[in-house]
């Protein structure tokens, strides 16, 4: 059974610093990419960063060279290192298995609020 709990949102001024934590169990690296995605109130959800299978990296432009998505495959935690926070960061981020065995299936954690304050 695959479970996703993300952890290390919070309140933050602007230019401030976070990092995500999404803790993993029962995913497959070798068949799930991993990501985080934010939803914005009003907004619909948008794929921030996503890290492959083979370990390969993409970053949404609006945060690129601000963000560094990690995975920590001994401890089965993936992270979102965010710096130089600005206010339109705010929103609840999501941690997103894509996995592609034994069937397609996404799946998605309960998510953890960033709050950005100019």
């Known amino acids: 059974q695959v479970q996703l709990v993300e952890s290390g949102g919070g309140s933050v001024q602007a230019g401030g610093s976070l990092k995500l934590s999404c803790a993993t169990s029962?995913?497959?690296?070798?068949?799930?990419?991993l990501g985080w995605h934010r939803q914005a109130p009003g907004k619909e959800r948008e794929l921030v960063s996503r890290?492959?299978?083979?370990?390969?990296?993409t970053y949404h432009d609006s945060v690129k060279g601000r963000a560094t998505i990690s995975l920590d495959k001994a401890k089965n935690t993936l992270y979102l290192q965010m710096n130089s926070l600005k206010t339109e960061d705010t929103a609840v981020y999501y941690c997103?298995?894509?996995?592609?065995?034994?069937?397609?299936?996404?799946?998605w954690g309960q998510g953890t609020q960033v709050t950005v304050s100019s």
């Open positions: 997103a298995a894509e996995c592609s065995f034994p069937r397609p299936r996404n799946y």
């Open positions: 029962g995913v497959s690296f070798i068949f799930c990419g």
């Open positions: 890290i492959s299978r083979a370990g390969t990296t």
